[in-house]
């Protein structure tokens, strides 16, 4: 411990001690950090990007091994950076400091042990679910991996077999319980050691605002969306009342989880066909269509990086191509959960993906380009401000454009002949909001259970009721049977084992909005904003660009302004662009229950 300065001498030079920090030596410290901490990066990057496409035992050590190595450097600069903090500094190097403080995820403690043994679980966690699969009755012969999983909850109708696969996928978590807890504990560990009450306090404080206001601010954006997401989901359970019956959907409590067409209830896109507004159909089948066309994987992705080339981005590197993962391999296992990389944190852009040819991969795929543009048009910032804004700007970006996937957009690509004429818009805002409303209260339900368990509201020895009560608090959705503690339910969730904060998400669904209206006015669209396109609109491609180029160099605040013209995240701009819809569903719930 530093022995305390003789108050006389503290009065008298405070600003000149011997040894007092000054702003020279926070720009030396800063420089060479960052110089670090690319390398590790990079290091930590190419191990996981080899363990993800190669799950082996081998692969998930090396990848524990050199993340824990960059998370240890991570904290022992976020340490060493408080040296700094009462000192006057340039606005790049107090930002960067910051930064240096509160980016990390899972912060190690000082123990080594205790480092060690969090990199070697979280790698294992992620590994288990990679290679998970559920074996109908315990025949290895017969056994589903989440890709066959998805396509049985998106496309079957048959009750029975949903409820199997459901129980079945949710059977891959239990085992996985007892690490997940353990990370949290030593995680918590370090985030003290930062000086944070836990895990969930360093998340919250990511956001350039006081982390209660941030969790503010989540409660504020959900109560705008909610009105609208409750109409939905009545139309929902009325609709599959109709479709399997009284005694499986009730008249005003929750929707079964395993009936949306989504394992996790999370997106009901899939249900379109049971739920189209009769008249208002738009008459074609993305999906289908790219059936048809006998579109492979790689072609489905020439068309996601044709719309941004459309813009006025460049193309995307040789090396995209040659190292990108696009198809499921049959000889191993892999993380087939969707991600883009950029493993040099300059032009070493990949995606690492399983392609199924559907409307959603084909909706994932701009996702993912949107994260390797973005990483791109901000590699000439200095490292620590290659990121986005915040991170729900980074999951925004590729949602955006996706929002420009309309049918005068497929016109264009020749996948149908003529748009539908706008009587039949209803139908196509409903399939819309079937993704992007049915999302919301699930966007912001995981982290809300994560924030309890990491602070120690939520014990593990009540990890599934949290989980269910959180589910039927926001989603309306209930689990099918009874599920008690034996479960794991949220470990079946690829974010949860594998460590990836969520809420960016929740933030991306409101952000995406905004973003495509702002977008849309600079490429002059006159039309209502659910059909305007900004394909090949270079106004519109430089106005993003400009905001994607500053990578987290400002406050997110001064990003959203610059790209939307405002500084605060807003809800209306989804009720505004579904409010046709929401107009409609409200006429069809009369005299119906509405919420659970
Ligand atoms: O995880 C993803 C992306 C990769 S960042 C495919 N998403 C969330 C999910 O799948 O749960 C995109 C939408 C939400
Ligand atoms: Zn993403």
Same mark, same amino acid.
């Given at each position: 411990?530093?022995?305390?300065?003789?108050?006389?001498?503290?009065?008298?030079?405070?600003?000149?001690?011997? /040894?007092?920090?000054?702003?020279?030596?926070?720009?030396? =410290?800063?420089?060479?950090?960052?110089?670090?901490?690319?390398?590790?990066?990079?290091?930590?990057?190419?191990?996981?990007?080899?363990?993800?496409?190669f799950i082996t035992q081998d692969t998930e050590a090396l990848a524990a091994k050199a993340n824990e190595r960059a998370i240890i450097a991570g904290v022992r600069y976020a340490k060493e950076a408080v040296r700094f903090d009462n000192v006057q500094l340039p606005e790049d190097l107090a930002r960067k400091?910051?930064?240096?403080?509160?980016?990390?995820?899972?912060?190690?403690?000082?123990?080594?042990?205790?480092?060690?043994?969090?990199?070697?679980?979280?790698?294992a966690l992620e590994g288990a679910y990679g290679k998970a699969k559920y074996c109908p009755g315990g025949d290895p012969a017969k056994c589903l991996n989440i890709d066959d999983i998805t396509k049985i909850m998106a496309t079957s109708r048959d009750p029975k077999q949903l409820l199997d696969v459901w129980n079945g996928w949710h059977s891959i978590a239990p085992p996985m319980k007892k690490d997940f807890a353990r990370?949290?504990?030593?995680?918590?560990?370090?985030?003290?050691e930062l000086g944070f009450a836990d895990t969930g306090a360093l998340w919250r404080s990511q956001y350039d605002m006081a982390p209660d206001d941030f969790s503010k601010e989540l409660d504020r954006l959900w109560e705008q969306v909610k009105p609208l997401y409750t109409q939905l989901h009545a139309y929902a359970r009325w609709k599959l009342r109709e479709k399997y019956g009284k005694d499986a959907v009730p008249e005003s409590g929750p929707i079964p989880a395993h009936l949306m067409g989504n394992l996790w209830a999370q997106q009901w896109d899939n249900l379109y066909p049971l739920l189209a507004p009769a008249g208002a159909d738009p008459g074609y089948d993305l999906t289908a269509i790219l059936k048809q066309r006998h579109t492979g994987a790689l072609q489905m992705v020439r068309y996601g990086e044709g719309f941004f080339t459309s813009l006025g981005f460049a193309p995307l590197p040789p090396t995209f191509w040659e190292r990108s993962l696009f198809t499921r391999p049959r000889d191993r296992d892999v993380v087939c959960h969707a991600s883009a990389w950029d493993v040099d944190n300059v032009n070493d852009l990949r995606i690492k993906m399983c392609i199924d040819i559907t409307a959603d991969d084909f909706n994932t795929i701009h996702h993912e380009l949107g994260h390797n543009f973005y990483q791109r048009a901000y590699n000439r910032q200095p490292f620590l401000f290659r990121n986005s804004a915040n991170d729900g700007f980074h999951e925004a970006v590729g949602d955006t454009i996706a929002l420009s996937i309309t049918p005068a957009y497929l016109v264009k690509l020749g996948f149908i002949r003529k748009a539908p004429d706008p009587s039949k818009d209803l139908g196509l805002l409903l399939g819309r909001a079937l993704d992007k409303v049915a999302f919301l209260p699930f966007g912001l339900l995981i982290d809300q259970w994560r924030w309890k368990v990491f602070s120690g509201q939520v014990t593990p020895e009540q990890y599934n009721k949290a989980w269910w009560e959180l589910r039927l608090k926001?989603?309306?959705?209930?689990?099918?049977?009874?599920?008690?503690?034996? =479960?794991?339910?949220?470990?079946?969730?690829?974010?949860?084992?594998?460590?990836?904060?969520?809420?960016?998400?929740?933030?991306?669904?409101?952000?995406?909005?905004?973003?495509?209206?702002?977008?849309?006015?600079?490429? /002059?669209?006159?039309?209502?904003?659910?059909?305007?396109?900004?394909?090949?609109?270079?106004?519109?491609?430089?106005?993003?660009?400009?905001?994607?180029?500053?990578?987290?160099?400002?406050?997110?605040?001064?990003?959203?302004?610059?790209?939307?013209?405002?500084?605060?995240?807003?809800?209306?701009?989804?009720?505004?662009?579904?409010?046709?819809?929401?107009?409609?569903?409200?006429?069809?719930?009369?005299?119906?229950?509405?919420?659970?």
């Open positions: 411990m530093k022995h305390p300065a003789p108050l006389l001498a503290l009065l008298l030079f405070t600003s000149c001690r011997p /040894g007092a920090p000054t702003a020279e030596e926070a720009r030396r =410290f800063v420089d060479a950090a960052e110089a670090d901490l690319l390398t590790r990066a990079n290091e930590s990057s190419q191990a996981a990007w080899v363990a993800a496409n400091l910051k930064l240096l403080k509160l980016a990390l995820v899972l912060p190690a403690p000082a123990d080594p042990k205790e480092a060690a043994e969090m990199t070697r679980l979280a790698a990370v949290v504990e030593i995680a918590n560990k370090g985030a003290k926001y989603q309306g959705i209930a689990p099918p049977s009874a599920r008690g503690e034996e =479960f794991f339910d949220p470990g079946a969730k690829y974010h949860v084992p594998a460590n990836v904060p969520y809420t960016r998400y929740f933030l991306a669904d409101i952000l995406q909005f905004q973003f495509h209206k702002a977008l849309s006015e600079t490429a /002059g669209c006159q039309d209502p904003v659910h059909r305007c396109s900004i394909y090949q609109n270079k106004e519109a491609g430089a106005r993003l660009n400009s905001t994607l180029e500053m990578g987290q160099s400002k406050p997110w605040q001064d990003a959203l302004e610059k790209l939307a013209g405002t500084r605060q995240m807003d809800g209306m701009a989804v009720r505004a662009y579904f409010k046709p819809l929401e107009d409609w569903l409200i006429e069809q719930n009369k005299g119906k229950a509405v919420g659970w």
